[in-house]
Each structure stands twice: as C-alpha cells, then as structure tokens.
C-alpha cells in the first residue's frame, strides 16, 4: 500500500519560508515521478512543482523561482521550499506520486497524500 504523508505546514507572516516534506512508503521516489500540487478555497487543485524520476523539475508559472522541489531517495522523501510567501500561496498542499511522467493534470496522479495547510498572514 502506497503511502504518502505531508508535513510542514503552518502559519507565517508574508515574506517568510516553510519546507514541506512527504515521507512516501510502499512505493520508490527513486523511479517515479513525484509532484507537489495546491487547492486554496474555492479553487481548482494546482500545480506546483514535480520532480521526474531523473530529477528533472518543472513549476507552475506562478511559482516563479521562489518554490524548489526535491527529493532524497534514500529517505524515500520528497520536499517543497517555499520562499518569499505571500496571501495567495495559502492553500492545502498536496503531494503526489505517479508512475512514468510528469503531468499538470491532478487527475493522472495515482497517489495522494492527505495534505497539508500553509497559511499566509499580511
């Protein structure tokens, strides 16, 4: 049984950082695709960075260099720093992990975690 479980979030003040991780078990980071994806209230899930089984890594247009996703295969864990927050990064953040490419589309990914909220206060 895959399992994945988000830590790391919390409440910050606009500008700070978080580093989110997720521990995965049943399954190897090493040899899938990995992916970190958002849902703030009222909105579609998002997004916000994955990591191939490579490392190669894409990011959603609004991340624009303040997130960096990776991955520690031999804790079988994969993180998300989050730079520079502001209101609109408040979301549940979710990880994610599927076999074979990364895809923008929430619906291909096989694997969820459960999630974690990041709040941001002005």
């Known amino acids: 049984q895959v399992q994945l479980v988000e830590t790391g979030g919390g409440l910050v003040q606009t500008g700070a950082s978080l580093t989110l991780s997720c521990p995965v078990s049943?399954?190897?980071?090493?040899?899938?695709?990995l992916a970190w994806f958002r849902q703030a209230p009222g909105k579609e899930r998002a997004f916000v960075a994955g990591i191939s089984y490579i490392g190669q890594t894409l990011y959603g247009d609004f991340v624009k260099g303040r997130f960096t996703i990776n991955k520690d295969n031999a804790k079988n864990t994969v993180y998300l720093q989050l730079n520079n927050l502001n209101s609109e990064d408040t979301a549940v953040y979710y990880c994610a992990l599927r076999g074979g490419v990364i895809y923008f589309d929430a619906t291909l990914w096989e694997h969820w975690g459960q999630g974690t909220l990041v709040t941001v206060s002005t």
């Open positions: 049943g399954h190897s980071v090493n040899g899938n695709a």
